[in-house]
RNA sequence: UGGGGCGUAGCCAAGUGGUAAGGCAGCGGGUUUUGAUCCCGCGAUCCCAGGUUCGAGUCCUGGCGCCCCAGCCA
């Protein structure tokens, strides 16, 4: 963490960090002001970090700041439970837009009179084209388009026409107020694009007030324009719109001259981005919400458990570009596994319990222990564990018949228990299934805490849970949403849904003191992962999240036919 | 056959004419009371072909490949 923070301070070097120097350096700007403009139509997911880390860090380094801007110009898609929604996750992301807390929806008057303005200069026009004769008129990729009927009618007439559309006196796709540029551009957004069109709906913010409304051409430069707005960073399937956003800012009277630059959108492997695809998962079920754990969403990785910084960390490795890119999920984990690693506090936890009793341990005895919170940190203090005659080990812990390079319990076989005793296999208890339900074994008193005085030596530690003690729990372990590395590469995205995401243990056994874990608190199950305590925890019933488990090279071993 | 971008290792990414940083992944090895962490070591004819230059990933010319754009979405 405190490493992130000293990395984060040297100056970073990347192509938009590089033009704003520039801009600098040679007088063009004299302050930053960037903004973070999502619309209100889903939740913040990590693509969306990448540009709140770039354009609230851009506004830090440079001692400038960054506004939070809901566009907010379509009202048929957006929705308030999204404005709040947003708000917290930037917040929880670390960042703070301080007063600086804008909507386009409150430009809708000035939008609205410099529409008019374009009109009586000549520039734009109400055109009465259905949205199916705009389309054709538009032309194709190869073919320059026509001019509408309606082009040239007198700038008066279309004043009056959009004066009556936003009296409401038109249904929706009536009529549509067109900038008038060039319909034979290669840049089919220069063709004269919508900028109005009506729509009887609601608004979030402005419920009735308006039937016509911007589009996003029309809003997003000039409400950068009024905020006041330096630099305005977006992804590139935006740079075709430049050439538009200039056009308008030059042909408006406009207080500022806002620069947009594009970067690339982050891909992550396995997962899916886009907010369609994640509105529909979300719609159709295939996850419990926008706060799923198994969601790319900041709410899920939330609720997962991955820390902010993680993902700061993430973003500021994965640099800054402008080429297309699709990064591995790994160096996300890696980057959750490093930030959880520093800060979490180590704890025992068995998953999937194998009962053991130790025979030469009195039944009624019983004993604390004491255990590191941190083994690579002293200052995080220890705790006491109950120690018994009958305890709770890992399944996998033992094997009755183990490969050559198992190094953990098996009949005859002595291992140390973490921070407790050395314990030997005496015999396994089979069940009529002929499965193994209980191990019979003992344990030698000279090595409390784990060390025999002999110098006696033991291959594997293995962690346990004291059977008397134990606080039952639910644990839920989570695998990519998806199976595929490119999800939808070759076909529906949704039949690419990995079947195995979620795997629920209803029957775990946790050391006691995780009964006071904090909601959201990160906490390693030492030797399995890094967990934290989910909110359908209630009284008698803990439920955990894994985050992510340890890297585990014993199960490449396993893997490469060391069976 | 239009317009706009992008091509450096499996995945990201530095490099701005002087002889290819770094991270992730992978593979070896060491330490270890977490098979974790930590530490050490290993990988590139820079999309291709010509050209300019003493010298090219960087400059020029010509190709090839990939991404985005024909919403009254953002």
Redesign the pocket.
Known sequence: MSENNAQAREEV???IR?IIRDDLAAGRSDSVVTRF?P?PNGYLHIGHAKSMCLNFGVAEEFGGRCHLRF?D??PV?EEHEFIESIQEDVRWLGFDWGRHLYFASDNFEALYDWACHLIRNGHAYVDD???EE??TH?G???EPGKNSPYRDRAADESLDLFARMRAGEFS??AR?LRAKIDMAS????LRD??IY??LHAAHPRTGDAWCI?P???FA?GQSDAIEGVTHSLCT??????RPLYDWLIDNLPTPGRPRQYEF?RLNLTYTVLSKRRLTQLVAQRHVTGWDDPRMPSLAGLRRRGVPPAAIRDFVR????????????V??LE?CI??EL?QTAA?RMAVLRPLKVVIENYAEDQTEELEAAN???DPAAGTRMVPFGHELYIEQADFMEDPPK????LAPGREV?L??AYFLTCREAVKNDAGEVVELRCTYDPATR???APDGRKVK???HWVSAAHAMPAEVRLYDHLFARPNPGAEGDFLDDINPDSLNVLEDCRLEPGLADAKPGEAI?F??EGYFCPDPDTAPGRAVFNRTIG?????A??RAKGGK
């Open positions: 070097h990347d192509f590089d403009p619309e566009d110009t379509n898609k084209l259905s949205a705009i389309r538009r194709s990729l190869t929706d796709g549509v290669g840049n089919i957004n694009p919508v069109r009506i409304y589009t996003y051409d997003h590139l399937e935006f740079e075709d719109h690339s490795r994965v640099g800054l570009t402008k080429s297309d890119n699709l990064i591995e790994a160096a890696h596994r490093e690693n180590r941190h083994p690579a390079k198992f190094f953990r140390r973490r921070y805490g784990g060390n594997a530690t293995i390693q030492e030797r340890l890297r585990d090279t014993w490449k071993v």
